[in-house]
């Protein structure tokens, strides 16, 4: 037997709301042809032209040998494109193509509309009680870890 029952544990209730929302932007992104992991790698990229691999990971809470997969499979669609840096031989720039950036609008328009619904389940109040504890969470989580 646990000390504490799982449904008085705060992390579950955090990892089922992360589980519903992955579950249900990956359902509405698929007929636009990306995952979660993609569109969130496209979003980044739009507003970061050139910005590595590893730096990507880190935007997207990802390790970067699982970045690099989801960038391979990007890049295999002809999604985004790679070049090496112009004095860092050894790193690769990551851009979107034309492609890339049509997905990305289909995509975040999909993206979007979940967000909205999920926003619009709350008043404008409570969005920011929120948000202010869900940076509470964050804030402690940050100092706890090792």
């Not at 995509?107 to 008043?123: G, I, K, Q, S």
Request: glycine share 4%; proline share 5%; hydrophobic share 40%.
């Amino acid at each position: 037997m646990t000390s504490m029952p799982a449904s008085e544990r705060l992390g579950s209730h955090l990892k089922r709301a992360e589980q519903a929302l992955n579950a249900t932007k990956n359902a509405v992104l698929r007929p636009a042809g990306v995952t979660v992991a993609q569109y969130g790698a496209l979003l980044h990229l739009s507003a970061n032209p050139g910005i590595s691999a590893a730096a990507l990971a880190r935007l997207c809470g990802v390790t970067p040998p699982t970045m690099n997969t989801v960038l391979k499979n990007l890049q295999d669609r002809t999604l985004i494109e790679r070049t090496p840096h112009e004095w860092h031989r050894n790193v690769l720039e990551t851009r979107l193509t034309d492609e890339g950036r049509a997905v990305l609008a289909d995509a975040d328009a999909r993206a979007v509309r979940v967000e909205r619904a999920l926003a619009a389940e709350f008043t404008e109040e409570e969005r920011a009680a929120l948000e202010s504890l869900l940076a509470r969470c964050v804030g402690l989580l940050e100092r706890e870890r090792p």
